[in-house]
């Protein structure tokens, strides 16, 4: 495949994930911090994202496990999923954790699970998506080729 | 310390120096990143109990000669952390005399205006609603900056802008200038 193909794919592919609100602006931040100093500076902190999502998913299945669980304690690592999940822009996952805490507020365990596996589902997604992303972006760097800059607003 | 050690500390007595307070590990690596960009120094901890530690207000040692080089020039702490919150760190570095002076802007992905009120008014500089921007990063050094150079001559604070940002929607706006010294000067805080 041409450079100038493979950059139109990655284009196309940014575009459509932001779209589909995977993504939000404050992706876009981050990509523009990323530099030739630093130029695996996404992949680093979307990697932490998961390492950290992961540990907070696995603490609030335990939690929620538990006979009579503290709907605090669960707020309070939800909070954390959330704060993370703006700060990378991703978005879906950031929206079931806006849900997820007022079905704690108002202490709905049904709800709660729901949402749990929710954000399973959506951190998932878009840790594919993100992935195959920057598979797109090591090939058209192999070929030679400079990753196109996203404007968006 | 080494020689090389000495030297640098003079090369980055320019450089603006943040010590960034937050248990997120990825808010750390993302405001270290803006940080950087921007040509600051960066000290990322993560709680309060070790951003004293690192200010050497743990009680155990005294600040050296050695500590000078790592003066701190700015605080950035989050609010939301477990044990000691940004706000219960805000007061222990108000609270202390060698530190007071350093500026501190509390990080939070909530605005709540009750919060942004008890934080300025315990004297945080600023209140930063989450994510940070690089655009909230430049305004800050823009403004510590100025203060630097103001130094020996007349006082820098009279002419500095209220930016419209700053303090939210807090009633005590429009009573206070920004109030943000240079600690190394040692002028008395101002009243608002």
């Known amino acids: 495949m041409e450079v100038v193909q493979m950059q139109r794919r990655f284009a196309e592919y940014t575009a459509s994930l932001f779209r589909e609100g995977f993504l939000d602006a404050q992706f876009t931040q981050l990509q523009q911090l990323q530099d030739e100093t630093n130029p695996d500076f996404v992949e680093e902190v979307v990697s932490l994202f998961f390492e950290d999502s992961e540990k907070l998913v696995n603490n609030l299945a335990k939690t929620l496990d538990q006979q009579n669980f503290d709907y605090k304690k669960v707020d309070a690592l939800v909070h954390q999923l959330k704060g993370s999940s703006a700060s990378i822009g991703a978005q879906r996952v950031k929206n079931v954790c806006v849900a997820f805490r007022q079905f704690c507020e108002d202490q709905n365990v049904e709800a709660c699970l729901g949402c749990l596996q929710q954000v399973k589902q959506e951190c998932f997604l878009v840790k594919n998506k993100l992935e195959t992303l920057f598979r797109m972006e090591q090939q058209i760097v192999a070929a030679g080729g400079s990753i196109p800059v996203m404007e968006y607003n | ?192």
């Open chain 2, 1 to 192: 310390m080494s020689t090389a050690g000495l030297v640098s500390r003079r090369d980055c007595s320019h450089q603006l120096h943040v010590l960034a307070v937050d248990d997120s590990v990825v808010d750390r690596k993302f405001v270290e990143r803006l940080l950087k960009i921007s040509s600051c120094k960066v000290t990322a901890v993560e709680s309060g109990i070790r951003a004293l530690q690192f200010l050497g207000l743990d009680g155990e040692k005294k600040e050296t000669a050695g500590f000078d080089g790592l003066k701190v020039n700015l605080i950035m702490t989050d609010y939301s952390m477990p044990g000691m919150n940004g706000f219960e760190l805000l007061k222990k570095i108000k609270e202390s005399s060698t530190l007071k002076e350093i500026p501190v802007v509390i990080m939070s992905s909530e605005n709540i205006l009750t919060r942004v009120d008890r934080c300025l008014e315990e004297g945080a500089e600023e209140f930063i609603v989450k994510p940070v921007k690089l655009s909230d990063v430049k305004r800050l050094k823009n403004i510590l900056t100025k203060g630097d150079k103001g130094q020996n001559e007349e006082d820098p604070l009279l002419s500095l802008p209220l930016s419209s940002h700053d303090l939210a929607s807090s009633s005590t706006s429009s009573s206070s200038p920004f109030k943000f010294l240079d600690h190394r000067s040692k002028r008395p805080r101002l009243q608002g």
